[in-house]
């Protein structure tokens, strides 16, 4: 007789547990088959709307099937009214989780896009995702809250008062948090611009974040620089108006030397140096300008043009190189500094 009792008690836990695995089960296929069919379809298109429905709906279907097992099995097992009220309002307080979840994947990913496009550059804008993310799970715990029978009046009028000591005790935190937003949307400098800070700071922004702007530098560093000090410094941005940048190597020649054929030289130099290598602009006609009588020289300029900053120091690299090469080739003197002593002879 135990033993049966003991067996009608598995066998009323049987069935809803059957449910909740099968439900789990089922949805693992229904998301493995169906993520498949709609990347497949996504790549098909120029939309990114639909990669973006993709990515957030990544490990939900398991879990919604696995809910909707769940709530059914609530209502097989055997368990008193007033405990089943309660798992069923937990049961759909995880649901609204959910999809604020899905909503803060979804719109996260639409603005990492906006900011891309509105910049023309894919780099990282956290400040504003982060945002985002806060707001939409702010609006999901509210849900949650009032669907438990919490009113939230009084917690939105606790948080008004709270926010203004806050606000005075986190003065520096909110000046930089505002600062990071002001830089964003000014456009004056993006994520991925290449900047100049001063002498011996420079590099590329990684990231704008609610606290500090990150800058990669030539040499693989990171400075971190708080948003209230970056948006007060003055700051060359070399991508801005664009990114082609104007850069010169300049030189010297012998007194003696043909100006006309020094000039055509290095003009030639200059065609070659744009045209065979990476990041010179190869329609750019290059300029040569004397502009001084030194002490012991003729000083010149050749003038190249880049596709951005950073191609300027391996071009000038090589065009030194050249012109110390075919100056030689040529009989073309780099004079070197000098002074011409007379000595007076007495009678």
Not at 250 to 270: F, P
Request: net charge neutral; proline share 3%.
């Amino acid at each position: 007789m135990i033993a049966i009792s003991v067996f009608l008690d598995l066998k009323e836990y049987l069935l809803p547990i059957i449910i909740i695995l099968s439900s789990i089960i089922i949805g693992w296929f229904v998301e493995k088959f169906t993520l498949i069919r709609l990347k497949a379809l996504a790549q098909k298109t120029d939309s990114l709307i639909d990669d973006i429905l993709v990515h957030s709906l990544h490990h939900l279907i398991i879990f919604w099937f696995g809910a909707i097992g769940i709530y059914i099995a609530l209502h097989q097992f055997p368990i008193p009214p007033d405990i089943k009220s309660i798992l069923v309002k937990i049961f759909w307080s995880i649901i609204i989780f959910s999809f604020t979840l899905f909503l803060s994947r979804l719109l996260v990913e639409i603005t990492k896009i906006y900011t891309s496009k509105v910049s023309g550059l894919s780099g990282s804008v956290s400040v504003f995702t982060n945002i985002i993310k806060i707001v939409v799970f702010s609006i999901g715990i509210m849900i949650i809250l009032q669907h438990f029978g919490i009113s939230i009046t009084p917690i939105i009028t606790a948080l008004g008062v709270g926010g203004l000591a806050v606000a005075l005790a986190l003065q520096d935190t909110l000046s930089n948090f505002f600062a990071g937003i002001q830089i964003l949307i000014s456009k004056q400098v993006r994520p991925g611009d290449f900047i100049r800070l001063d002498a011996t700071n420079e590099g590329i922004i990684r990231d704008i974040t609610w606290r500090n702007t990150l800058i990669e530098t030539q040499q693989g560093n990171i400075i971190v620089v708080p948003n209230s000090k970056f948006a007060q410094s003055i700051i060359v941005n070399t991508y801005l108006p664009e990114r082609k940048l104007i850069f010169r190597v300049e030189g010297s020649i012998a007194y003696n030397s043909d100006l006309e054929k020094v000039e055509y030289i290095l003009i030639q130099i200059g065609k070659k140096i744009l045209s065979e290598n990476e990041g010179g602009i190869k329609d750019f006609e290059p300029v040569v300008r004397f502009y001084a009588f030194a002490d012991s020289s003729i000083n010149f300029r050749l003038i190249l043009a880049c596709e951005s900053y950073e191609y300027q120091f391996a071009l000038t690299h090589k065009t030194i190189k050249l012109i110390h090469k075919t100056f030689a080739e040529e009989g073309i003197e780099i004079p070197f500094p000098q002074r011409v002593v007379h000595l007076k002879k007495e009678e």
